[in-house]
């Protein structure tokens, strides 16, 4: 290679004549670097420069055919689709779409089953509070357990105006400790499904201690069925990091609560499982 004249970066004592270019500047200019006739040495790099006047060192551009276009085009798009697509994959909404699907096979695939019950409770309150109504209904909804209970403490006016049940209605229901070997015999063998599991268990368990009963485990048992609604409905809370959970607009009672958690059920089995994707897949 010929020895090059070397020069200066601009705005320096030595810097290069206004004639020579850079290969951005030639590019602009319509012209192709072909020989270099100067160079600015930097620290990270150094800066080739051309003359466009000399035909040794730069050459106009040629014009691409009609051919060359079109592949030209056909790569841009391609590239576009692929950006697209790995911008979705890597996107919240890629991750709910997949929990989504997640819920729907679920579902399906526990409707194929047998081996579950849904159970749910009305109460006294939300904290230290008692069991005032249970249901325990089959995968099919046939009622297992449906009864009234008698609580040992009274039950405040705002719960009453919720689910309805007053102390009047209870008074003559059996107590807790009556009706729990019920409750052991309904779940014996079967895995658990609730709608907001984590706070009726925490009142079975209350009410077991409460009269010191036996333990029953529950904790490899159960499914959550208010979790996965909130997955498949797929209402994404960056406050909370998670999903937002909706209320199950069952009637407040416990045998309707549990029908209307089955439908839950029903209706996520019922949505399309098919992965949607909102851009093209890349080839």
């Not at 055919?65 to 391609?78: D, G, I, P, Y």
């Not at 019950?117 to 099919?140: F, K, P, R, S, Y």
């Amino acid at each position: 290679m010929d020895k090059l004249d070397e020069y200066k970066w601009w705005g320096k004592p030595g810097e290069p004549p206004e004639n020579l270019k850079t290969k951005k500047q030639l590019a602009e200019l319509g012209l192709s670097p072909l020989k270099a006739v100067g160079i600015i040495r930097a620290q990270k790099y150094d800066v080739l420069l051309y003359d466009p006047d000399n035909p040794e060192s730069c050459r106009p551009k040629r014009k691409p055919t009609e051919k060359q276009l079109e592949t030209l085009a056909a790569n841009r798009e391609k590239a576009r689709i692929k950006r697209e697509y790995n911008d979705w994959y890597n996107s919240r909404e890629r991750l709910i779409e997949q929990d989504r699907v997640a819920a729907i096979r679920w579902a399906r695939d526990e409707l194929t089953r047998d081996d579950w019950v849904i159970l749910d409770t009305e109460t006294t309150g939300l904290h230290n509070a008692e069991i005032v109504e249970i249901a325990i209904v089959t995968h099919t909804g046939e009622p297992l357990l449906n009864t009234l209970i008698k609580p040992s403490i009274p039950i405040p006016a705002d719960v009453v105006a919720i689910h309805g049940i007053s102390d009047e209605m209870v008074a003559d229901a059996p107590i807790f400790p009556e009706i729990y070997p019920q409750i052991v015999q309904a779940l014996e063998g079967k895995r658990c499904f609730i709608y907001n599991a984590a706070f009726d268990i925490k009142i079975l368990n209350y009410c077991r201690n409460l009269h010191k009963l036996k333990s029953f485990n529950l904790s490899k048992r159960y499914e959550c069925i208010m979790e996965w609604h909130a997955q498949w409905a797929g209402d994404w809370s960056d406050y909370h990091e998670g999903y937002k959970w909706h209320p199950l607009h069952g009637g407040h009672r416990a045998l309707g609560d549990c029908l209307a958690a089955l439908e839950r059920i029903k209706r996520i089995a019922a949505d399309d499982d098919k992965f949607h994707c909102p851009v093209p897949r890349p080839e």
